[in-house]
């Protein structure tokens, strides 16, 4: 189980990684179908750091501090969603798939951690 919070932070000090190594986060936005979603803004709400998704939804935000940030991703079409709480670890954290959802009728997104890069298929 993945440490949080301080309990993250304090850790990442005692092995001397917390300000020597950043993390960077990638991954994809995609429609309830499967389709990449581009022109999706996704902004770290402690840093302010964004970035947008291209035209098959593959985004990459890098040069991140260790840590657990708040996620807010928006595009037009589709309700505005947050994800707290997201863990970024030293080095690449690969494998974010973010499904979004048309704002009619119900508006969700979902987050899922994959084991590995994300690849999707037709």
Same mark, same amino acid.
């Given at each position: 189980m993945m440490k949080r919070g301080k309990d993250l932070r304090e850790e990442l000090l005692h092995k001397g990684?917390?300000?020597?190594?950043?993390?960077h986060i990638r991954g994809k936005v995609v429609d309830i179908d499967g389709c990449g979603v581009g022109g999706c803004k996704m902004w770290i709400r402690e840093n302010g750091q964004s970035a947008y998704s291209d035209?098959?939804?593959?985004?990459?935000?890098?040069?991140?501090? &260790? #840590?657990?940030?708040?996620? !807010?991703?928006?595009c037009e079409g589709f309700?505005?969603?947050?994800?707290?709480? %997201? +863990?970024?670890?030293?080095?690449?954290? &690969? #494998?974010?798939?973010?499904? !979004?959802?048309?704002?009619?009728?119900?508006?969700?997104?979902?987050?899922?951690? %994959? +084991?590995d890069p994300l690849m999707v298929t037709a």
């Open positions: 990684t917390l300000y020597s190594f950043l993390g035209a098959f939804g593959n985004f990459s935000m890098i040069n991140i501090r &260790p #840590g657990l940030y708040t996620i !807010i991703i928006e309700s505005p969603f947050v994800i707290a709480d %997201l +863990p970024v670890e030293p080095g690449d954290n &690969p #494998g974010h798939l973010f499904t !979004i959802h048309s704002l009619k009728p119900s508006g969700k997104l979902r987050h899922f951690n %994959l +084991p």
